[in-house]
């Protein structure tokens, strides 16, 4: 995660999202770029919308049965 972290931080990144397990580790090397712990591809969506990303046409992919 350290490394993961200061690679967002470099390219220049509005925010970083995380796993919620993840959340602590990649605090400690964010520096001033807020990371957002996520627990599921909605929570990610609605992190992006609330940064100002256009989530309007997006959507998760219905679920495939089994087998």
Known sequence: ???KTVAVR???AAAFLVPRDEYE???RFAG???VIPVD?????????????GDTA???QAPAQPAG
């Open 1 to 3: 995660m350290p490394q």
């Open 10 to 12: 470099r390219s220049g």
């Open 25 to 27: 580790d990649a605090k």
């Open 32 to 34: 001033d770029m807020p």
């Open 40 to 52: 599921t591809l909605d929570d990610a969506l609605a992190a992006l919308g609330s940064l100002g």
């Open 57 to 59: 046409n997006l959507a």
